[in-house]
């Protein structure tokens, strides 16, 4: 019988014949009493951090953080598109109006005199750019003009900051009052001449997209200097 068991072989632990249960390996032991297991600690498997179960770690990104150059944390909330295209639309039906009443009311008339001959009401054909430079390049302002538009409508997607959407909302309604004059007036498409008319003493005469233009890009220089970029970040250096 003894021989016959040293032949066949005995199972290596005990009960492997009887109840099919493997026992556990030294390194599947259960954590010694008073030991802070996984779950307690609140730490995954993945080693996120203390307090989540999942192993996951907090979410960082551009908003409710700071830059570590210096800058101001990036604001929340709705993008200032609609303030954008308000100002645009209204500079650029103010300055649609105004042509139309000065090419009805006062082409080919004598100017008006607003503040003696210190400002006047002139309507004056310009088929260079703003206050009447540069006339021998009417197709390449044309472009420039075209150029503007779709740049600001592509800085228009980050657009967090409300000083930066007036100050684009004027560039873009001056840039398309200047842009339909040369597109839809004499002598042909994209050659335009723009109608300007307010003439102050010893200027040039310009018209009200001229004006907003102007504005527009004096206020881009001034939040720049303060160091405000268009998507509501504060550079503080």
Known sequence: MAEAERIIGTPDTPGAAGDGQRRPDADEAPAAAGEPTAEATGTGAEGGEPGDPAGRAA?????????ADGTAERPRGKRRIAVLFAVAGFAYALDLISKMIVVAELEHHEPIEIIGDWLKFEAIRNAGAAF????????????????????IARLARKLYSLPWAIALGLLLGGALGNLTDRIFRSPGVFEGAVVDFIAPKHFAVFNLADSAIVCGGILIVLLSFRGLDPDGTVHKD
């Open 132 to 151: 009447g430079f540069g006339e021998a390049f009417t197709v390449i302002f044309t472009a420039i003009a075209a150029v503007v538009i779709v740049v």
């Open 59 to 67: 979410p960082d990104g551009p908003e409710g953080a700071d830059v």
